[in-house]
Antibody
Framework: DVQLLESGGGLVQPGGSLRLSCTVSGFTFSSHAMSWVRQVPGKGLEWVSVISANGGDTYYADSVKGRFTISRDSSKNTLDLQMNSLRAEDTALYYC??????????????WGQGTLVTVSS | DIVMTQSPDSLAVSLGERATINCKSSRSVLYSSNNKNYLAWFQQKPGQPPRLLIYWASTRESGVPDRFSGSGSGTDFTLSISSLQAEDVAVYYCQQHYSVPFTFGPGTRVDFK
């Protein structure tokens, strides 16, 4: 079974940093693009970032560009999201998601349960 | 950015009746070189992550009941639930993955009448 397990969420002050991780199992990690999507509780979904299967292509939402960095480590089967200069509006549940294929331009097929990030003083 | 809109915002349907959700993109999401619409539909129930229902606008994901169907091309798409069941109460989102940022629609809440 495909499993995606996010970790690293928590409470951080505005301007602070946090690193989210997603540990995957049940599939060949290096064969799938991976994404981060966030959701303010009770609100809609917001796409955050995507990385291709080989890590060569990365894309970001304008709202996080320059502050967030997506990366992957195939030796550890992990997807990371380094979040710097955090703002109150970054408060959300962050989902790790698996794409159908290697390209960034691929449908999202599987989602983790999410990790909650709260930015507040 | 491609803006995704959905209608209605919410709808109430009787058990066994048909539910229809519309999704419109501000630009075409049809990729001419492979004739695929880069449009997916997701279902999200309270307290759960989203679940992929339909991709490439009309391909049903494995394990999704055949009462769910997707149609449309270019900029106008529809998700239909042919006979609403109790477990279909949820919020439904469309998403385009044709052009970054890969935007979602605002969601449509489906409930019982």
């Amino acid at each position: 079974d495909v499993q995606l397990l996010e970790s690293g969420g928590g409470l951080v002050q505005p301007g602070g940093s946090l690193r989210l991780s997603c540990t995957v199992s049940g599939f060949t990690f290096s064969s799938h693009a991976m994404s981060w999507v966030r959701q303010v509780p009770g609100k809609g979904l917001e796409w955050v970032s995507v990385i291709s299967a080989n890590g060569g292509d990365t894309y970001y939402a304008d709202s996080v560009k320059g502050r967030f960095t997506i990366s992957r480590d195939s030796s550890k089967n992990t997807l990371d999201l380094q979040m710097n200069s955090l703002r109150a509006e970054d408060t959300a549940l962050y989902y790790c998601a698996r794409g159908v294929s290697t390209s960034c331009y691929t449908p999202i097929e599987n989602w983790g349960q999410g990790t909650l990030v709260t930015v507040s003083s | 950015d491609i803006v995704m809109t959905q209608s209605p915002d919410s709808l109430a349907v009787s058990l066994g009746e048909r539910a229809t959700i519309n999704c419109k993109s501000s630009r075409s999401v049809l990729y001419s070189s492979n004739n695929k619409n880069y449009l997916a539909w997701f279902q999200q129930k309270p307290g759960q992550p989203p679940r992929l229902l339909i991709y490439w606008a009309s391909t049903r994901e494995s394990g999704v009941p055949d009462r769910f169907s997707g149609s449309g091309s270019g900029t106008d798409f529809t998700l239909s639930i042919s006979s609403l069941q109790a477990e279909d109460v949820a919020v439904y989102y469309c998403q385009q993955h044709y052009s970054v940022p890969f935007t979602f629609g605002p969601g449509t809440r489906v409930d019982f009448k």
